[in-house]
């Protein structure tokens, strides 16, 4: 095969990565150049009535609700490949389980500190403790322990066995976190997109942006997800 | 096997620890010292000042939760030290040993609560306006300390740096029960709340049972190589 010919096979073979980046490109020049900005309701002291006030930090919601999306779907796959290392003990499970929680670590801390960024103008500090900011946190400080805990593990399947074992206890503790920690103290944060009826609040051209940075962000991890994997098998080659 | 040999092989597990653990009084002493000097590191600390009940109720639990995190580690560490565990193996099933242990740690936390909290009591003079949930929240609370802290024991004693790995790991899979046990403390300390928080109170007791189930179906692939 001639030089030519395999560098057009690589073009054609890689051709969903260039629209990745196309649609990554496009996602960030609509969030600040396209969409109009958001108006939301706002209370009137002096007519004493609710009256629309623009309201420029939505743009931060089209990255930060993607990332941690990709952060939970990254730790439930972390789960399932887990339960997968215990059922078979194969080592490709444990590798694309710790993989995962890595990529689930990264993205989680990207959505605190960019969460955290908009809480400082929004409700006037970086911290709140907030519900979902506290559970976010919970869950760094649980897959923080899960690689404590491999590195102090040197035989490689003790490593995959107990840190599996680690990975489904944590994973026992989601209800606790979801139910109980939002009795805590009150919510301070955004409705989800989806209100309580299944009824979208969000304008057309503010949904589609929106919904292509979360299928982006998501393809993006399956790839990272991918190539973290590969990389590991070509270096031990197996 | 029958459903007695069973109860009594576990009830084994059990005696033995309490026995060994009575020749050395290793974790003991170690506990008991640990909550007693962080009880009165707390209270002279505070310097005669009269802290309301969410206050001492966070105090009591955060002294509750690392007095137990100095303990917990040792029932599967000393097996590891002692390399007695090969013969635990032989000698009972998993299931059994978990339990064992389980009731175990489950002594050793409630018998070091049972001389700290009426220390933190006196010290800190707090009166518990509803004895019945101040013990219920404490009691339930030590329930699931012991649940999480047996997986996480048996998971420590396999690592290369025992001991000191514990609390990293334990603590934030307790911080639910940290959570609710603080909150339940609390109203069983104000005066003028319902007598119990049962909703807290529940949540205590399924994160004990969630927690203890899910260690016995995981344990095996901790214990057996």
């Given at each position: 095969m001639s030089s030519a010919q395999r560098d057009g096979n690589w073009f054609f073979r890689h051709w969903w990565k260039w629209l990745l980046f196309l649609g990554m490109i496009l996602v960030l020049a609509a969030t600040f150049l396209w969409l109009p900005v958001v108006q939301r309701p706002a209370?009137?002291?002096?007519?004493?009535?609710?009256?629309?006030?623009?309201?420029?930090?939505?743009?931060?919601?089209?990255?930060?609700?993607?990332?941690s999306w990709v952060a939970t779907i990254a730790f439930l796959v972390a789960t399932i490949h887990s339960i997968q290392v215990l059922r078979t003990g194969s080592r490709l499970a444990d590798l694309k389980a710790a993989t995962a929680s890595e990529l689930g670590l990264l993205f989680g801390i990207m959505a605190t500190v960019t969460g955290s960024i908009w809480a400082r103008y929004e409700w006037g500090s970086f911290w709140n403790w907030d519900p979902r900011e506290t559970s976010i946190l919970i869950l760094i400080l649980i897959y923080g322990a899960y690689f404590a805990l491999r590195s102090a593990i040197p035989t490689e399947t003790t490593r995959a066995r107990l840190s599996a074992v680690y990975a489904i206890l944590a994973f026992l503790m989601v209800p606790f976190l979801v139910?109980?920690?939002?009795?805590?103290?009150?919510?301070?944060?955004?409705?989800?997109?989806?209100?309580?009826?299944?009824?979208?609040?969000?304008?057309?051209?503010?949904?589609?942006?929106?919904?292509?940075?979360?299928?982006?962000?998501?393809?993006?991890?399956?790839?990272?997800?991918?190539?973290?994997?590969?990389?590991?098998?070509?270096?031990?080659?197996? | 096997m029958s459903s007695a040999s069973w109860i009594s092989r576990t009830l084994a597990i059990l005696a033995k620890d309490a026995r060994a653990e009575l020749r050395t009084r290793y974790a003991l002493n170690a506990v008991l010292l640990f909550a007693l000097s962080s009880l009165v590191a707390v209270s002279m600390s505070l310097a005669g000042a009269r802290p309301g009940p969410d206050m001492l109720a966070a105090f009591l639990w955060i002294l509750m939760v690392f007095a137990a995190m100095a303990g917990l580690p040792r029932s599967f560490v000393h097996e590891e030290e002692r390399q007695t565990s090969g013969w635990l193996k032989l000698s009972a099933s998993p299931a059994m040993v978990y339990c064992g242990k389980f009731a175990f740690n489950l002594l050793l936390i409630l018998l070091v609560e049972l001389v700290t909290v009426p220390i933190f009591l006196v010290l800190l003079n707090v009166t518990p306006v509803h004895p019945a949930a101040f013990c219920l929240a404490i009691g339930l609370g030590c329930l699931g300390l012991a649940a999480a802290g047996t997986l996480v024991a048996a998971i420590v004693a396999r690592t290369q740096n025992r001991g000191s790995l514990f609390a990293a790991l334990a603590l934030p899979l307790l911080l639910p029960v940290i959570v609710t046990g603080t909150i339940a403390t609390r109203e069983s300390l104000s005066p003028g709340t319902g007598a119990v928080a049962w909703g807290e109170v529940r949540v205590l007791l399924s994160y004990a049972v969630v927690v203890f189930t899910g260690g016995l179906l995981l344990f095996e692939f901790v214990w057996n190589d």
């Open positions: 209370w009137d002291a002096a007519t004493n009535s609710w009256k629309p006030e623009p309201w420029p930090l939505f743009r931060i919601m089209i990255f930060h609700v993607p990332m139910f109980i920690v939002p009795r805590m103290v009150e919510s301070l944060h955004p409705a989800p997109i989806l209100d309580r009826r299944g009824k979208m609040q969000m304008d057309k051209e503010l949904l589609v942006v929106f919904l292509s940075s979360l299928t982006l962000f998501t393809i993006l991890f399956g790839w990272l997800w991918h190539l973290k994997v590969s990389i590991v098998r070509a270096r031990d080659r197996w | -």
